[in-house]
Nanobody
Framework: QVQLVESGGGLVQPGGSLRLSCAAS????????MGWYRQAPGKQRELVAG???????KYADSVKGRFKISKDNARNTVYLQMNSLLPEDTAVYYC?????????WGQGTQVTVSA
């Protein structure tokens, strides 16, 4: 079983920055992906960014150039640095671990971008 604990959400003005953290514990194994989805009111969940154990990262087109995902392997922690935030980035952000097409989810952290 995998447990994910998220932190770093909050209220920020447009153009501001936030850094989300997601610490994973449990039996992760060696082959897994970690990353972030988000869900805004009335919208479907969408992939924001993902990083595999080995390979290239993925970003939603809407966040490319503004967000950066990174991982600290020693701490089993994935980060999402969010810069130049826009009101449309407002959503609940969920960390995930994917192993063999099975997902584990964090509790979600609210990001609100508003003047």
């Amino acid at each position: 079983q995998v447990q994910l604990v998220e932190s770093g959400g909050g209220l920020v003005q447009p153009g501001g920055s936030l850094r989300l953290s997601c610490a994973a514990s449990g039996d992760l194994g060696h082959m897994y992906r970690m990353g972030w989805y988000r869900q805004a009111p009335g919208k479907q969940r969408e992939l924001v960014a993902g990083i595999p154990s080995i390979g290239v990262t993925k970003y939603a087109d809407s966040v490319k150039g503004r967000f950066k995902i990174s991982k600290d392997n020693a701490r089993n922690t994935v980060y999402l640095q969010m810069n130049s935030l826009l009101p449309e980035d407002t959503a609940v952000y969920y960390c995930y671990v994917e192993r063999s097409e099975v997902y584990s989810w964090g509790q979600g952290t609210q990001v609100t971008v508003s003047a």
